[in-house]
């Protein structure tokens, strides 16, 4: 009788948000997936260590195919196929987690990360731009928050910033990124706009996919006529390896195709957090949770924040959403200074939905999809 393997529910929705949650980069590394898992209470961990999830356990989770809905059992020479059971994930996110494991390193998230310093490895001194380092100095009757440089031989070398001036100094950065009702209402109204193009065009999508799905089952049947035509093992083994690739992607087009045919959450409930989000990023950062912080520093900015002991942080590299808000909030200001601040007789101040500012305005809207 074969088994099939179900849901263990709390974990299998841990796994789950941790699978989706590294191949969307919304964990940044292994490490903080690992510290997402500690924080579920019923997820197993080493009882030695301190109640730990050991790393191994992430590696192993973030590579194991069953939880896309595919068996394998490589020591018995059985490859990858379509299994019975369903899957957490579906193939696509399988494939971006594995491209994310076998690309670019990226930082390993220290242990002693947390509330105390959320700055910590996203900050850099103006002077020689390394990364701030932090820690606690003892006075006489408490202990006192300080981010510091600690790099030899530079101006700021052992110079320290208090907690609360670089933080606040964040914060104010924060603040000045907040759009205004009018321009938030425009980019929701876009936002919705696009949504419902995209819900329309679902039938073209399908049929390209098929398109593509029948040009690859074309060069299967190609390629297992030359596997039958070759003696020669390396070949072969190299026709074999290209064959299951292909079986693999086409199972991606088809889950995209079914995806395609079902029906999807409403606009609000698919970017309600989205929305709040590039409405008021510093609500986000005011949570009392690590991990939101790091997700709003991840989210906000697309490079190192620079900050100088003396005039504070410099001008910050903001990620595509905010750049769009930031140009439509320009472009706003420069019609005004034409006719000053009083609106002249038949014109009207805001056009929300006028042809030239149509681009910018579907630009971030795709930006947010």
Same mark, same amino acid.
């Given at each position: 009788?074969?088994?099939?393997?179900?849901?263990?529910?709390?974990?299998?929705?841990?796994?789950?948000?941790?699978?989706?949650?590294?191949?969307?980069?919304?964990?940044?590394?292994?490490?903080? /997936?690992?510290?997402?898992?500690?924080?579920?209470?019923? #997820?197993?961990?080493?009882? =030695?260590?301190?109640?730990? /999830?050991?790393?191994?356990?992430?590696?192993?989770?973030?590579?194991?195919?069953?939880?896309?809905?595919?068996?394998?059992?490589?020591?018995?020479?059985?490859?990858?196929?379509?299994?019975?059971?369903?899957?957490?994930?579906?193939?696509?996110?399988?494939?971006?987690?594995?491209?994310?494991?076998?690309?670019?390193?990226?930082?390993?998230?220290?242990?002693?990360?947390?509330?105390?310093?959320?700055?910590?490895?996203?900050?850099?001194?103006?002077?020689?731009?390394?990364?701030?380092?932090?820690?606690?100095?003892?006075?006489? =009757?408490?202990?006192?928050?300080?981010?510091?440089?600690?790099?030899?031989?530079?101006?700021?070398?052992?110079?320290?910033?208090?907690?609360?001036?670089?933080?606040?100094?964040?914060?104010?950065?924060?603040?000045?990124?907040?759009?205004?009702?009018?321009?938030?209402?425009?980019?929701?109204?876009? @936002?919705?706009?696009?949504?419902?193009?995209?819900?329309?065009?679902?039938?073209?999508?399908?049929?390209?996919?098929?398109?593509?799905?029948?040009?690859?089952?074309?060069?299967?049947?190609?390629?297992?006529?030359?596997?039958?035509?070759?003696?020669?093992?390396?070949?072969?083994?190299?026709?074999?390896?290209?064959?299951?690739?292909?079986? @693999?992607?086409?199972?991606?087009?088809?889950?995209?195709?079914?995806?395609?045919?079902?029906?999807?959450?409403?606009?609000?409930?698919?970017?309600?957090?989205?929305?709040?989000?590039?409405?008021?990023?510093?609500?986000?950062?005011?949570? =009392?949770?690590?991990?939101?912080?790091?997700?709003?520093?991840?989210?906000? #900015?697309?490079?190192?924040?620079?900050?100088?002991?003396?005039?504070? #942080?410099?001008?910050?590299?903001?990620?595509?959403?905010?750049?769009? @808000?930031?140009?439509?909030?320009?472009?706003?200001?420069?019609?005004?200074?034409?006719?000053?601040?009083?609106?002249?007789?038949?014109?009207?101040?805001?056009?929300?939905?006028?042809?030239?500012?149509?681009?910018?305005?579907?630009?971030?809207?795709? @930006?947010?999809?």
């Amino acid at each position: 009788m074969a088994r099939i393997l179900i849901r263990n529910e709390p974990i299998a929705s841990y796994v789950q948000e941790a699978l989706e949650g590294y191949a969307s980069g919304r964990y940044s590394s292994q490490m903080e /997936v690992k510290r997402y898992l500690e924080t579920c209470p019923e #997820f197993p961990k080493t009882k =030695n260590k301190g109640r730990e /999830v050991h790393p191994d356990r992430i590696r192993n989770i973030l590579t194991k195919s069953v939880y896309a809905g595919m068996v394998e059992l490589p020591c018995r020479n059985i490859t990858m196929r379509q299994g019975h059971h369903d899957g957490l994930i579906d193939m696509e996110t399988f494939y971006k987690i594995q491209e994310r494991l076998n690309g670019k390193s990226v930082a390993v998230t220290r242990k002693d990360a947390n509330l105390d310093f959320a700055l910590r490895g996203a900050v850099a001194c103006a002077d020689c731009n390394a990364f701030y380092t932090a820690n606690w100095s003892k006075g006489r =009757n408490k202990s006192y928050p300080y981010y510091i440089c600690r790099t030899k031989n530079c101006a700021s070398y052992g110079k320290s910033i208090k907690r609360i001036d670089m933080e606040d100094a964040f914060e104010e950065l924060l603040s000045k990124l907040i759009p205004s009702k009018d321009l938030a209402d425009i980019s929701e109204r876009m @936002l919705r706009k696009v949504w419902t193009y995209l819900q329309s065009n679902k039938a073209e999508n399908t049929a390209q996919l098929a398109t593509e799905i029948n040009w690859l089952e074309s060069e299967k049947e190609s390629l297992i006529d030359r596997l039958m035509n070759s003696n020669i093992t390396s070949v072969i083994g190299a026709y074999e390896q290209r064959i299951q690739k292909m079986e @693999l992607k086409k199972i991606v087009l088809e889950e995209k195709i079914e995806r395609c045919g079902t029906k999807t959450e409403d606009f609000d409930k698919s970017f309600r957090t989205a929305l709040q989000f590039l409405a008021n990023p510093h609500k986000i950062w005011a949570s =009392n949770r690590y991990e939101h912080k790091r997700a709003v520093l991840k989210l906000t #900015f697309t490079d190192t924040l620079i900050f100088d002991r003396k005039s504070g #942080f410099r001008t910050a590299a903001i990620a595509s959403p905010f750049r769009a @808000l930031e140009h439509l909030t320009n472009y706003d200001s420069k019609m005004a200074e034409r006719e000053g601040f009083e609106p002249s007789m038949g014109v009207k101040t805001h056009t929300p939905l006028a042809g030239e500012r149509l681009q910018p305005l579907g630009h971030l809207s795709v @930006l947010l999809i």
